[in-house]
């Protein structure tokens, strides 16, 4: 036994021996792996287990992510339970990521909710980028991605647009209903050739749509949902507590594929009796693309085109209420270039610069998608920025907050006040940034329909201002403030408001009344 002790202490030393070299060894090449790996870009500490939970509001994220961007820089990092979250507060770096770089920044996020439980995984918005995304592109740009395309669809948006000025002559009140009808008659025209006439027919489709609308709205809600947080709670049986989640999924799943199917029946049956209006549909179903592909595009083409046009016609009533020497000046261009005998057509837009100006305004005052759709980091990349490189690991959600972009006063001067006059050249002052830049989203996944968008905008716009004056509403000679603020959405609409809108005199009526 005395021999074996010595022996024992002397394996013990050897033993130390070993772990000391191994700590030297390894925690220096620890250490130098670390190092490879730069830091996350800046941004506030986060708690431990949920992060930064608290930095993410339900309501108004984008004004949130432009404060943190005042204190972080113009990216910046959080972490939510422990997914990694860059918020991008500038046009230079998000055009560097998302346009220089966008075969790692085109893919989107798996949102639970919205696309693996509620059926919109089949929309373009959501889909991943491959070869399907691809191929849905190219329809929608062979159909209206070039300026000579879309004329032609300046004649349809133009009968709408006259259809809803005499809606409103008839019910002024009902302005902001009547606006989200004519932008619904219109994509339904162009994605299904689908006429639309005043009835009970119309009101149904049209309510269809914009419940399905609705629904990919909510269903994308940032933070509204916890399965998009917890991904694992998809799981979770819809029998017991917090699983009611699964019968509102499957209700919205059902609703959106039967109302796809209405509009592609529609144009099936009309090509069938030989009557078929050429449409989108139409044209892309006789040249065999596949059904279920021309199904979810034209999809796309109805629900998300009306919505966003809407809610930027909805912020233009809004605006000329609150500025009425813009107004005032856009009608007088009017009425300079093109008279009071008939209405602006799109050959008119080169001649009204304040008035095509005015439009960008609507853009960039009110952003639509205010934070666009989150991109998704497909790999690990290292981002040089100002000398530093910050680590954007993979499956990072990247969003670029395009409300701070467009509300920037180092790129617009009072970004707050609604200006048409900073996109035209004065003495001594060059035109400030066209919005539609930032405002139709980056890259790969840049908004298809933006030149259909900006048409329709115009020709809207345009008209409603040279047969109408808008202004405050008044109630018992008293004048009620329109309110201010936007909803908390994918797509953001202003916050409820009243105003009052009246023709502007007997030749006005009688433009509106006439074929």
């Known amino acids: 036994m005395a021999q074996l002790v010595p022996q024992y202490f002397a394996s ?7 772990v000391a070299l191994g700590v030297l060894v390894f925690v220096p090449l620890y250490c130098l792996r670390k190092k490879k790996t730069p830091p996350l870009p800046p941004g506030p500490r986060g708690l431990p287990f949920v992060g930064n939970v608290l930095d993410v509001p339900s309501e108004n994220h ?6 943190l961007g005042a204190i972080w820089g113009d990216i910046l990092s959080l972490r939510v339970f422990g997914q990694t979250i860059i918020i991008v507060n500038s046009v230079e770096i998000a055009e560097d990521l998302l346009d220089v770089r966008g075969a790692n920044f085109s893919d989107r996020p798996v949102l639970q909710m919205a696309g693996e439980l509620s059926g919109f995984n089949n929309v373009l918005a959501l889909c991943q980028y491959d070869d399907r995304v691809r191929r849905e592109r190219r329809l929608f740009h062979k ?19 006259r259809r809803f000025l005499r809606g409103v002559v008839a019910s002024p ?9 004519m932008t619904g008659a219109v994509s339904l025209r162009i994605a299904y050739g689908y006429h639309a006439t005043d009835g009970p027919e119309l009101e149904r489709l049209l309510k269809e749509y914009e419940t399905a609308g609705s629904n990919f709205t909510s269903a994308t809600r940032p ?23 699964h019968a509102t999924a499957r209700a919205m799943s059902e609703h959106v594929h039967a109302t796809l199917d209405i509009g592609l ?3 099936k049956a009309q090509m069938a009796a030989g009557t078929a209006e050429p449409c989108f549909t139409t044209l892309f179903l006789e040249e065999a693309h596949d059904e279920y592909l021309v199904k979810w595009a034209a999809g796309a083409v109805q629900v998300g085109g009306s919505d966003t046009t809407a809610s930027q016609l909805e912020a233009f009533f809004l605006a000329m209420a609150l500025y009425p020497d813009v107004q005032s000046a856009a009608q007088q261009e009017i009425e300079t270039v093109v008279g009071r005998g008939r209405l602006p057509n799109l050959s008119d837009r080169a001649q009204l610069p304040y008035v095509d100006a005015l439009c960008k305004e609507v853009l960039r005052w009110h952003v639509a998608a205010p934070t ?18 910050l680590f954007i690991p993979q499956d990072a959600v990247v969003i670029p907050n395009i409300w701070k972009m467009s509300h920037d006063p180092a790129r617009y001067r009072d970004p707050m006040v609604f200006d048409p006059r900073r996109y035209l050249a004065a003495p001594g002052r060059e035109p400030e940034q066209d919005p539609a830049r930032m ?29 109408f004056n808008i202004s405050k509403a008044e109630k018992g000679g008293v004048v009620h403030e329109p309110r201010l603020g936007a909803t908390s959405a994918t797509v953001s609409h202003p916050l409820p408001f009243e105003c009052e809108v009246k023709i502007r005199s007997a030749q006005a009526l009688e433009l509106v009344r006439g074929d």
């Open 12 to 18: 013990l030393a050897d033993w130390r021996w070993a």
């Open 173 to 181: 009140e009902a302005v902001l209903h009547q606006i989200g009808r």
């Open 62 to 67: 984008w004004i949130k992510f432009a404060e």
């Open 372 to 389: 666009a759709v989150p991109h998704r980091a497909r790999e690990d990349f290292v981002y040089t920025y100002q000398g530093r490189d």
């Open 143 to 161: 159909f209206f991605g070039t300026q000579v395309s879309v004329k032609q669809f300046a004649p349809l948006i133009s009968t709408e647009v």
């Open 439 to 467: 405002c139709f989203g980056y890259g790969r996944r840049l908004c298809p329909g933006r030149l259909l968008a900006e048409t329709e905008i115009f020709l809207a716009c345009s008209a409603i201002l040279a047969v």
């Open 223 to 245: 933070g509204a949902h916890l399965v998009d947080i917890w991904p694992a709670l998809r799981y979770w049986p819809a029998w017991l507590p917090g699983g009611g989640f």
């Open 265 to 267: 029946d529609y144009v």
